[in-house]
C-alpha cells in the first residue's frame, strides 16, 4: 500500500489529490511542518533527506520524493498521464514549469532567508518574489483560456495548479481577477475528491 507524507496546505497537496482522486486505498501520514516534524532525524533518514513534502513510499517500501517523479508515477498508475509521446512531454514540461518557477518564486515569499544570508535584503526578496509569483499565476490563467483543464482532459496538472491558486489567495493576491484561473478552482472545487483534501488540510477560498 502506498504511504503518502504530506504537510497540510504544502505542495503535497497535489498527489493528496491524485491519490483520493484514485480510489484505491492508501495511508495518508501528515507532517506538521509548523512543528519542525520534517526536520527530525528519523525523518531525514527515513522518509526524505532535505527534510520536505511530498514523499511516498511505494509498495515495496522504497521511497519516492519530489512532484516532478511522484505526479507521473501516480498519474500513470491511475489513468491522470496522458499516453501520447507528445502529450505526455509538454504535461512533464508544465509540471518542471510548476515545480522549477512558480514554485520557487513563492519560496522566496515565505523563505527569504533561503536566499541570503543578511536580513536587511529579506523584504526586497519577499517583494520581488510576490510580483513574480502573481505574473505565474496570470501566466496559468493564460494556459486555462478556453479549457477545462490544463491538458486534453483531467490530469495531475490540474491538483498542482490548483496548489497554487490556494497559495495566490493565502497571500491575498487578486486571484478572483483571474477569470480563466478561478473557473478552474470552482471546477476543481466541485470534485468530491478535493473537497475531501480541502477539509482535511483546512483550505478554503
Known sequence: MLT??????ACSMAPHIVLEESGEKYTPHPVDLAKG?????????????????????????SMLTENTAILPYLGKRFGLFPKDPIAEARTLSTIGFFASTV????????RPERFASDPASHANIKE??????????????GMLAGREWLGAEYS????????????????????????????????????PAVQRVAEDEKVSF
Request: zero cysteines; a positive charge.
Open 128 to 141: 520581488t518574489g510576490l510580483k513574480n509569483f502573481h505574473g505565474y499565476l496570470k501566466q496559468i490563467d
Open 37 to 61: 516534524e520534517q526536520r527530525a532525524e528519523s525523518y531525514l533518514k527515513e522518509i526524505h533527506p532535505l527534510g520536505r513534502v511530498p514523499a511516498l513510499r511505494l509498495d515495496d517500501g
Open 156 to 191: 495531475v496538472l490540474d491538483p498542482y495548479a490548483f496548489v497554487f491558486y490556494a497559495w495566490g489567495h493565502k497571500r491575498e493576491l487578486p486571484v478572483k481577477e483571474l477569470k480563466n484561473y478561478t473557473a478552474h478552482k470552482d471546477r476543481m472545487m466541485k470534485r
Open 4 to 9: 503518502l507524507y504530506y504537510g497540510r496546505g
Open 103 to 110: 514554485h520557487p518564486a513563492h519560496s522566496h515569499i515565505g
